[in-house]
Antibody, heavy 117, light 111 residues
Framework: EVQLVESGGGLVQPGGSLRLTCAASGFTYSSFWMHWVRQGPGEGLVWVARTSDDGTIRKYADSVKGRFTISRDNAKNTLYLQMNSLRVEDTAVYFC??????????WGQGSLVTVSS | QSAVTQPRSVSGSPGQSVTISCTGTNSDVGAYDYVSWYQQLPGKAPKLIIYEASKRPSGVPDRFSASKSGNTASLTISGLQPEDEGDYYCCSYAGTYTSFVFGTGTKVTVL
């Protein structure tokens, strides 16, 4: 059974940093591109970042470029999102998502990040 | 990255059909057949229900169908059931730079 379990969310002040972690299991992790998608309170889904199966290709939404870094450790079946210079508007539930040929076929349960003073 | 537009809400009685549109541009929806649809039930993570514009993953009921024409994709729920109530999002691949863009989301209400 495919499982994606996020952790690391919490309350942080504007300008602060946080690292999200996603533990993957139930599939050959190193064979899939992985993504982060977020959802602000009462808002829609927004694509945030993606990484290739080997971690060499990384792409970001304009809204987080230069502040967020996606990475992965295929030996540990783990995906990361390092978030720096956090803003109030980054407040959201962050989903770890597996991609299979341009479709998001499995989603984690999400991790809440709240940026507030 | 401009948003792909969906109606804010649609509603129907049990057994009826509803259709949700997803209007993008010739840089996203119109450029690729990589349009997918997601169902998000209250308090849950999104679930894939359609991929590559019209294909259903195994386990998704065949009352969910979809199509694409030009810059607009559409999702139809036939034989609406109470458990279909929730939010629905389309998503389109938009090239190597933009990557992916989600629709604005549609709330489906079963009357």
């Amino acid at each position: 059974e495919v499982q994606l379990v996020e952790s690391g969310g919490g309350l942080v002040q504007p300008g602060g940093s946080l690292r999200l972690t996603c533990a993957a299991s139930g599939f050959t992790y190193s064979s899939f591109w992985m993504h982060w998608v977020r959802q602000g309170p009462g808002e829609g889904l927004v694509w945030v970042a993606r990484t290739s199966d080997d971690g060499t290709i990384r792409k970001y939404a304009d809204s987080v470029k230069g502040r967020f870094t996606i990475s992965r450790d295929n030996a540990k079946n783990t995906l990361y999102l390092q978030m720096n210079s956090l803003r109030v508007e980054d407040t959201a539930v962050y989903f770890c998502v597996r991609a299979d040929n341009y479709r998001f076929d499995f989603w984690g349960q999400g991790s809440l990040v709240t940026v507030s003073s | 990255q401009s948003a792909v537009t969906q109606p804010r809400s649609v509603s129907g009685s049990p057994g009826q059909s509803v259709t949700i549109s997803c209007t993008g541009t010739n840089s996203d929806v119109g450029a690729y057949d990589y349009v997918s649809w997601y169902q998000q039930l209250p308090g849950k993570a999104p679930k894939l229900i359609i991929y590559e514009a019209s294909k259903r993953p195994s386990g998704v009921p065949d009352r969910f169908s979809a199509s694409k024409s030009g810059n607009t994709a559409s999702l139809t729920i036939s034989g609406l059931q109470p458990e279909d109530e929730g939010d629905y999002y389309c998503c389109s691949y938009a090239g190597t730079y933009t990557s992916f863009v989600f629709g604005t989301g549609t709330k489906v209400t079963v009357l």
